[in-house]
């Protein structure tokens, strides 16, 4: 092998430029958790709301973590789980309503 010698290297040899990689601030999602503590509390039908909660738990968990892509998709799952407690309990007084009168 040939000897180790050291490559001689002066300011006028290093890279002149920088190059700064600027990431855009993305708006953190919504969590729904509101929604959710709502759900639960007034229509808890099949624990709907219950999971929704959950979610939204976990959503504001990865939130805080700047972990937006995660919370973004716990999110559209309490969203998601809201928007059905919130269509049966509809369905499940307007039923009880017809019956009723």
Do not use: Q
């Amino acid at each position: 092998l040939p000897p180790y010698e050291a490559m001689p290297l002066g300011m006028d040899d290093l890279p002149r430029s920088t190059t700064v990689v600027v990431e855009e601030e993305r708006e953190p999602p919504r969590d729904h958790l509101l929604w959710s503590l709502c759900t639960t509390l007034y229509g808890n039908i099949f624990c709907l709301g219950f999971l929704a909660l959950v979610f939204s738990v976990k959503s504001r968990d990865r939130k805080l973590l700047r972990d937006y892509s995660g919370a973004l998709s716990y999110s559209s799952t309490a969203k998601c789980l809201n928007i059905t407690a919130l269509v049966i309990n509809i369905v499940v007084v307007a039923v009880v309503v017809t019956v009723i009168a």
